[in-house]
């Protein structure tokens, strides 16, 4: 049976034991190959299969860039409307707020107990939660994002300009980078993370963070530095819901978000980190790691942290090597390397984006759902404020068969988006006979991530 999260086994009241929650609920992904219906080897050879076949279809039918930015099918005028009205952001802002103080109250003043809501609205809500609605609706985080919406009211209440700013912001996505990679690892590694001591620290941390890098650098800092604005804007990419050329609302292909993002500084730690932790997630689950880590004479801690960090750095190594390759095959130079690996960098999003859905679908599903039920007394005073205590979750979106297929096919689906994501980037900025060589190493890397990720998932 597969094993609850590490960051919420403890966050389980004594009416929701482990024995009591399916065995597919639990972890980012279930357990072993053996629990699910489809065959290991047949998942791998239709990946497989599909990403080669569509490497040869793409190189010999998509002979020039397709992606423009005038694509897009427009919205009714009511539908646009909406979406850009001010009173929608004014509510969404207001809910997020509302949330913010609530669990703020029971961070500060409710019991350090499997009870108290904080664990779950920290690891599943903002972390996962926040995934699945900026894939869905776009980089839902600038909108919402407390801190920020904090940050512009102080400065109304000082009349000083929304733009202020100490010092001129120079890093790109760096900050950003660090702050995911940080939170992964708190999610992932750190011990006791779901006690209320911990949360605090890393809460009043982040606060004290983002509200001093505001104060230095102004707005900037949220529109590069924010590590949850970082998350929701480049998965948001993804989302069907996309601005035109000239500022209209359109139904677009996740391709078209992906191919608007230019390489910036900082965007290939930031893509690895996305990328990288959620394998290790899956990678952390796998009984044999597990026994290896126990076994270990290294303390587990500095076994965990280590290969985590292994896994960013192995993401952003391969993608590296395979540009340099790239662009030598291509009759470039090596130091076009630098420049061609982030402007390949964006591909990975889409397989981030599936391995995310794969690995987090049935914890987002059911305890997304256990969050409402312990939001209604965030005190512990026994009230039901929401008139959601008694809330059972439904698992009828997380039987096994479902989301095994979920999985193998976000998976295989987000490659095959990466491999056209990152055909189309490499015919707009090489000629089209040195794309098409250029992008064998990228090809094969792309497999490798596709065996890795079945692998991950499927293998006990």
């Known amino acids: 049976m597969a094993s609850l ?73 009511p539908v646009a409307a909406v979406l850009d009205s001010r009173w929608l952001r004014v509510v969404a802002r207001v809910l997020a707020g509302i949330v913010t103080v609530w669990t703020l109250a029971a961070l500060v003043f409710g019991p350090d107990s499997a009870r108290n809501p904080v664990p779950h609205v920290v690891y599943v809500w903002l972390w996962v939660g926040l995934a699945f609605s900026s894939m869905l609706l776009g980089p839902v985080w600038r909108v919402i994002n407390p801190l920020r919406a904090l940050h512009a009211g102080l400065l109304r209440l000082a009349r ?22 940080t939170f992964t690892w708190v999610e992932l590694v750190a011990e006791d993370n ?11 941390g982040f606060f004290a963070v983002s509200l001093l890098g505001a104060a230095v650098f102004g707005r900037t800092w949220f529109d ?3 590590p949850f604005e970082a998350w929701s804007r480049l998965l948001g990419l993804l989302s069907p819901l996309g601005r035109r050329h000239d500022g209209r609302w359109v139904l677009r292909t996740p391709l078209h978000g992906v191919n608007g993002l230019r390489g910036q500084r900082g965007l290939v730690p930031t893509v690895a980190v996305m990328l990288g932790g959620t394998a290790y997630d899956g990678f952390s689950a796998n009984l ?38 790239s662009v030598r095959l291509a009759g470039e130079p090596v130091s076009r ?7 390949i960098a964006p591909s990975l999003i889409p397989i981030a984006g599936g391995y995310v859905i794969a690995h987090y679908w049935s914890l987002w599903v059911y305890q997304g759902q256990y969050a409402w039920r312990l939001l209604t007394d965030p005190l512990g005073t026994g009230a039901d404020l929401l008139g959601t205590a008694d809330l059972t979750p439904n698992d009828v979106l997380i039987q096994p068969t479902l989301v095994a297929t979920i999985q193998a096919v976000s998976i295989v689906v987000g490659h095959l988006l990466g ?12 000629d089209r006979r040195a794309a098409v060589i250029g992008q064998v190493p990228l090809m094969v890397v792309m497999v490798f991530y596709t065996l890795g990720g079945l692998t991950i998932l499927f293998a006990p």
């Not at 390397?337 to 402007?343: A, E, H, R, T």
């Not at 491999?419 to 090489?430: C, G, N, Q």
């Open 5 to 77: 999260p590490a960051a919420l086994a403890s966050a389980l009241p004594s009416a929701l034991t482990p024995g009591s929650v399916p065995a597919v609920v639990p972890a980012h992904g279930v357990g072993s190959r053996g629990d699910l219906p489809l065959p290991f080897t047949a998942l791998v050879i239709a990946a497989v299969a599909a990403l080669v076949i569509s490497f040869v279809a793409i190189s010999t039918l998509w002979r020039e860039p397709r992606l423009r930015d005038t694509d897009g099918v427009l919205l009714p005028g």
């Open 160 to 181: 000083v300009s929304p733009d202020l700013a100490a010092l001129p912001y120079r890093w790109g996505l760096w900050p950003a980078a660090l702050g995911l990679g």
């Open 194 to 204: 779901t006690s209320l001591g911990f949360l605090r620290v890393l809460v009043a």
């Open 224 to 226: 590069h530095a924010d």
């Open 288 to 325: 044999s790691w597990a026994t290896f880590v126990q076994s270990s004479p290294l303390p587990s801690a500095l076994l965990r942290t280590a290969t985590l960090v292994a896994f960013f750095g192995f993401v952003a190594v391969t993608l590296w090597l395979a540009s340099v390759v």
């Open 337 to 343: 390397s630098f420049s061609f690996v982030s402007d």
């Open 419 to 430: 491999v056209l994501a990152a055909h189309e980037r490499a015919i707009t900025v090489l």
